[in-house]
């Protein structure tokens, strides 16, 4: 199994649901259980926040299966 890391998100690239937590930064999938990928910088115009995003616990693609399962 693979797993994503901080080294793999894009910050230009989240939507706010991504930046505020709510939706895994990695896979785009609503966090009920998560890890943090740390806090990264992004500037919007002249404007810089840090921000911590978060990931799918354990991992997007058990989140994936787990999902899967449940609905077959």
């Known amino acids: 199994m693979s ?3 901080a080294s793999e998100v894009d910050v230009r690239r989240l939507a706010l649901d991504q930046m505020r937590g ?3 930064a990695l ?3 609503r966090l ?3 890890r943090s990928l740390g ?4 500037t919007f115009g002249r404007t810089t926040e840090t921000v911590e995003l978060w990931a799918c616990a354990p991992s997007c693609e058990a989140v994936r299966q787990a999902t899967t399962r449940r609905s077959a």
Do not use: G, M, N, Q
Request: aromatic letters at 24%; proline letters at 0%; a negative charge.
């Open 27 to 29: 896979c785009r999938a």
């Open 3 to 5: 797993t994503a890391d």
């Open 22 to 24: 709510w939706y895994c």
């Open 32 to 34: 009920f259980a998560d």
């Open 39 to 42: 806090r990264f910088e992004i």
